[in-house]
């Protein structure tokens, strides 16, 4: 399959742009001790599928023995970001995204707001790790949604996780809205689909986000639901370029050529995910440690 290079990862720390030229240049090798290990805040975007090279990031994040010590996710980001805040490790993730029924997570509803509910995705998060909510979590955990009644971002940092993460996943017209506290939330990625601001919000620094979209080539819908994406995701680029100026890192996968919905390309996501992410994470290592 033809990939699109996408070199357009960033890093603020000491001023120092990380571009084309950055990315060409090899690491100056280090042994890592991990008892002086880096911690750092992580930003887990939506969409979609894609959200499986979120794992690959994991694991360069586990090699290099970067802690996080707080997460954020939106759509598919929270879920992942749950698991990982919850202790799951990217090995235990990697088997849970390689094995799950990404299309039977969702079933029919009667709602007049939704032609899915996502129920079953919620059901999937328990099984994982039990009813849990979001401030029992080892390490502080943010959650993006948007109220849908009043065009709010909601930052959920307590309460159910589950609950939380359908919210957080409920595509508008896909999904019927979840409601919490009398609110009906749907999918985060609407108000800001790599979640910087509640990270920096809690103080943290140094902010690594991963931004799934900012490399993804739009081609010609062949269903409803590649419809819906489409015009979902389509209008993002813009605000979320504005929304991760402040990140420390911002971490952009190679991930043009890539669908939303193929889940037969799961494992491969992992890998890019992986691929893209160690040289920058081996680079901000090394600035912070300079």
Request: net charge negative; hydrophobic share 45%; charged share 25%.
């Amino acid at each position: 399959m033809v990939r699109k290079r996408c070199e357009q990862a960033s890093s603020n720390i000491h001023g120092n742009p990380l571009g084309q030229s950055d990315m060409k240049q090899k690491p100056q090798e280090r042994e890592i001790n991990r008892d002086e290990a880096l911690s750092i805040g992580l930003a887990l975007g939506g969409g979609a599928v894609l959200g499986a090279a979120h794992v690959g990031v994991l694991r360069a994040l586990d090699e290099l023995a970067i802690r996080t010590t707080a997460l954020a996710g939106t759509s598919i980001g929270s879920f992942i970001a749950s698991l990982h805040a919850f202790g799951l490790g990217w090995r235990e993730i990697e088997s849970i995204a390689l094995e799950l029924d990404w299309f039977g997570l969702s079933g029919l509803t009667l709602s007049g707001f939704g032609l899915l509910s996502n129920e079953k995705f919620g059901g999937i998060v328990r099984d994982l790790l039990g009813k849990r909510r979001i401030e029992e979590s080892p390490v502080p955990l943010a959650i993006v949604a948007t109220d849908i009644g009043s065009g709010e971002k909601i930052v959920l940092k307590k309460g159910d996780v589950a609950e939380a993460v359908m919210a957080s996943s409920s595509i508008p017209a896909v999904y019927k809205p979840v409601e919490i506290d009398g609110r009906m939330l749907v999918d985060g990625v609407l108000m800001e689909n790599v979640p910087v601001s509640p990270l920096l919000e809690l103080g943290m620094r140094p902010v690594v986000c991963v931004d799934l979209m900012d490399c993804y080539i739009f081609r010609k819908p062949g269903n409803m639901i590649d419809l819906l994406l489409n015009a979902f995701y389509s209008t993002l680029e813009t605000t979320t370029a504005i929304q991760t100026e402040e990140a420390d890192l911002k971490i952009v996968l190679d991930l043009g050529n890539f669908s939303l919905v193929d889940t037969r390309q799961v494992s491969e996501l992992i890998d890019v995910g992986y691929r893209d992410a160690l040289p920058l994470l081996k680079r901000l290592l090394e600035e912070t440690k300079s």
